[in-house]
């Protein structure tokens, strides 16, 4: 046990002030890294967005070629567009005659729209897997930034790990654009993704370890909505400046000021004192105080002051004894019908969120009318959900919330392919309200999935869930892919698991107004305790 683990610093804080001057400032200079992370996060969909393109047909080109066929295309160009092949020319001339129009040929150059998107820079046209790859790299190089960043938090500290992730992306970021081919773009997208992705995780954690336990649900909320508005900032941005090199460079100078950071947080606390430093903690706390005009009493004082050097025995037996403890619940765990059922439905939930999650956002751009406007809605539409979230859970409980939600994004995400193409307001209404409920599901699923596991293993099972969750967002990029084969197909997939999930809470315990569990029988408990006596009944061994 650290020898400074009888500090209160729940109570000092309260002492301190829960959401003083000292935290609000800390909290406003956090914001803006996690508002560039959603930024950092989006900017692909729009650098490698997809850009109308047809073959190349040198025997009707203009000097320089031109995306509009003027009336040829009817001719040369199977159904007028020819994105990959073109039929086969039996002469020299731009005529009907000179077109067999019942062969084609693969094309072996093309015309693009325009050059804002990799796809016509690095020409990939007729290749839509690389396009789409892209996205797909991101997510894996977010799935490895999440154990890295932890590492880095945890041995030297909250604040050099939210600094680094912040700052690093812009020197990855800006080395991107300069790419000269299609292989050093996504290496490098991948590599950002890797040293920046945990900028939202490693803040996260540095803004709430300093906030009261009163101010902690208000303060993530405020960081959920920052993120959902950052990824409206970067539509706009886009939308003003589309050429991909240009955007990149703009979105990611700003973050080298990020360096200063240095000299305007303080490092968390709760870690300082983890890792033994109570003078530097004092510090902190002392300078809290000061910044907040509150006087801290004299026993905290002490606390906070007073040298303690607990026995050598005595550390050394209670580091031995939780290792046993954790091995003895794991096994416990995996021994449990319950548990284990409950981890596999949790984990499809995950996928589920985070597929349809991101999904909606990468497919939004696709729809029909301005496609910055319907990213930009699909984004703030995120904030009413969050609240909807905070508002359901308590009043309505969280399996009737949770499964409303899904019900919800799966019945609109299904009529949505079924809503004529004239109709461009309705199909732009049922994507958002999926989008409202699934962002709805998603916030309300970290809160209902760590009520459902013991206390000592609860960080563990709801990671495995959160890293099973990595997976949606990892193939959620390929979905534009299913269009090839049906337009209305990712829309479909989507509502079937949004469906399915809802479904599989009726495999759940309600835990409402339920003490959170500490043990695997407890947890097990959970299910079974009667509802109006479930308070008191599930916390007896």
Not at 71 to 80: Q, Y
Not at 121 to 128: P, W
Not at 350 to 375: P, Q
Request: hydrophobic content about 45%.
């Amino acid at each position: 046990m650290s020898k400074d683990s009888d500090i209160d610093l729940d109570g000092i804080l309260v002492e301190v002030g829960q959401l003083g001057r000292f935290q609000i400032r800390t909290y406003c200079f956090i914001l803006i890294p996690i508002l560039f992370s959603a930024v950092y996060n989006s900017q692909y969909i729009f650098a490698a967005a997809n850009v109308p393109y047809r073959c190349r047909v040198p025997e009707c080109e203009a000097t320089p070629p031109k995306f509009e066929t003027n009336g040829w295309g009817s001719w040369a160009l199977p159904d007028g567009a020819g994105r990959c092949e073109r039929f086969v020319p039996i002469g020299t001339t731009c005529a009907p005659e000179s077109f067999h129009q019942t062969n084609t040929k693969t094309c072996t150059g093309w015309v693009y729209e325009h050059n804002n998107s990799i796809v016509s820079t690095f020409d990939l046209a007729c290749e839509e897997w690389k396009r789409t790859l892209v996205g797909t790299l991101h997510s894996a190089g977010l799935f490895l930034a999440l154990p890295l960043t932890a590492y880095i938090s945890d041995t030297f500290g909250r604040r050099v790990a939210f600094i680094l992730t912040a700052v690093a992306p812009a020197f990855v970021g800006l080395g991107r654009s300069f790419s000269q081919n299609y292989i050093t773009y996504v290496i490098l997208e991948f590599l950002e993704a890797v040293v920046g992705a945990g900028v939202y995780s490693s803040g996260f954690i540095l803004a709430l370890e300093m906030m009261g336990l009163n101010r902690r649900v208000l303060g993530g909320n405020i960081i959920s909505c920052t993120f959902a508005i950052g990824q409206a900032v970067v539509a706009l941005i886009a939308w003003a400046v589309p050429e991909w090199r240009t955007l990149t460079r703009i979105i990611y100078t700003p973050s080298f000021i990020f360096v200063i950071y240095f000299f305007l947080i303080e490092e968390s606390v709760r870690w300082l004192l983890s890792r033994g430093n109570k003078k530097e903690a004092a510090r902190i706390i002392f300078k809290a105080a000061a910044v907040n005009k509150r006087k801290l009493s004299p026993e905290t004082i002490k606390q906070l002051t007073e040298e303690t050097n607990p026995p050598v025995q005595e550390t050394t037996k209670t580091q031995v004894e939780p290792e046993e403890k954790q091995s003895s619940l794991a096994l416990q765990v995996l021994r449990s019908r319950v548990l284990m059922t409950r981890l596999c439905i949790c984990s499809f939930w995950w996928i589920t969120v985070t597929f349809i999650y991101y999904g909606l956002s990468i497919n939004s751009v696709s729809l029909a009318g301005n496609s910055y406007v319907n990213y930009i809605l699909t984004a703030l539409v995120e904030i009413p959900g969050y609240c909807m979230s905070v508002l359901t859970l308590d009043r309505f409980g969280r399996k009737s919330s949770i499964m409303t939600a899904f019900f919800l994004c799966g019945i609109s995400l299904v009529i949505l392919p079924f809503v004529p193409e004239n109709l461009q307001w309705l199909q732009t209404c049922l994507n958002l309200l999926g989008k409202l409920a699934i962002s709805m599901a998603f916030s309300s699923i970290y809160i209902y999935t760590s009520e459902l596991y013991p206390t000592t293993l609860r960080h563990s099972l709801v990671a495995v869930c959160s890293m099973c969750g990595r997976i949606g967002q990892i193939i959620a990029p390929q979905t534009p892919l299913l269009m090839a084969y049906m337009e209305a197909l990712p829309y479909l997939v989507f509502g079937v698991m949004a469906a399915m999930s809802a479904l599989l809470m009726l495999l759940t315990p309600e835990t409402l107004h339920m003490r959170l569990p500490d043990t695997v029988k407890q947890a097990e408990r959970i299910a079974t305790a009667p509802r109006s006596n479930r308070t008191t009944d599930v916390i007896v061994d």
